[in-house]
């Protein structure tokens, strides 16, 4: 399912064994704990999260297979994954994704909610493969996409062509930081890089408030508009 | 005044003629109803591509149409810019990648036609952009800088676009990011490009619902402002 390593003040959260990671409700149950467990642990306004994974995937969307036999489900896995992808928009640290494996859909959706996206070159794809399954695309992985690929033609290419994007081709669209020749690099650059941010210092609370003022447009898909003081919601392990 | 010829996949809507294009009520209606005609044509793969004969994509509306009323020009402006916007929103509710190949200049309307296409592809050698509303002293519709913000990124490139009244040519427009390709000499050029480009789209075999859907769900605030509901449902339709 996953786990938890922790490295100093690096929470390392691993989607683990050689599946595909598909975000059915128990994995996304599972990823949602743990989020709560690293936010109500001790350090956490001090320390980064780094989300990896095992095997070729990091993550290859929802289970549909699952919601095919039982439709509700989708419903159900989209709702898990709005919490989740809201949980790391209001975490009082910055949050690192090393991408060592392919990510399509959803599974991009929650690489691409990480405020640092970081990628291995030699395999692997960022893929929005919506289109080419003929599924239409949630309103608020727009949201994602829009706040987190700033050309038009890049998103065009993103969401409406339904692209296989390697590293080096997501860091010229601007949507990987950086690309690395293989997977145990990726987590190495993802390491080193959440030390130089924990040397910076810095107030993990109030860096948390601020990602959710820059990623309110998401927010208000995930939470909802009604809802004010989105801070205060998510802190009190809301159980949506 | 305006052709629609199916080759294959590809949706081919032609400004014909050797004039400018310029839009008028009756040749808004003729877009309008070409383009109802290959949304009710249309099938998986299917792709329209959209190019005009002569010096000219278009100009722009029939401001001399306009004028030829006296004291009734400005309501013959704000019909032409009201029954405009429809046509925007039926190329953002096309059930098929659509292309523009620019065969020469785009004005006003007319450069707004081009860039609700989902990818524009303009002459290298000849043909330049321009809104010529700031050199004329007319302001630009709402709906217009709508869908400038909506495709073209940068804040520069929007200003250069919408304010300072340059007329940009290809190389200067794929740099700006406004349009996707200024390779091709002359209109043939252009127009095989799309071709080829429309080719490849279409052997993706895409379901035209959903992808004007996710189109639509691309550009949320400028479908509201041409009164396109974007269909973004919270739910899969597993």
New interface residues.
Partial sequence: MCSLEKRGRLFILKLTGDGEHRLNPTLLDSLRSTINQIRSDQSSSQSVLITTSDGKFFSNGYDLALAETNPSLSVLMDSKLRSLVADLISLPMPTIAAVTGHASAAGCILAMSHDYVLMRRDRGFLYMSELDIELIVPAWFMAVIRMKIGSPAARRDVILTAAKVTADVGVKMGIIDSAHDSAAETVEAAVKLGEEIIQRGGDGHVYGKRRETLLREVLVHTIGEDESGLSVVRNTGSKL | MCTLEKRGDLFLLTLTGEDEHRFHPDTIASVLSLLEQAKSQSTKGSVLITTGHGKFFSNGFDLAWAQSAGHGAIERMHQMVKSFKPVLAALLDLPM?TIAALNGHAAASGLMFALSH?YVFMRKDRGVLYMSEVDIGLPVPDYFSALVV????SGIARRELLLSGKKLKGEEAVAL?IV?SAAHDSAEGVVEATVSLGES?AA?K??GE??A???K??Y?ELCRMVNLT?????????
Wanted: hydrophobic letters at 40%; glycine letters at 6%.
């Fill in positions: 990648p989902d909506a495709k073209v990124g990011g996707d789209l993706k895409w379901n959903v992808y859907s996710i189109r769900s691309l949320p974007a269909n973004n449902l919270a739910t899969h339709n597993l």
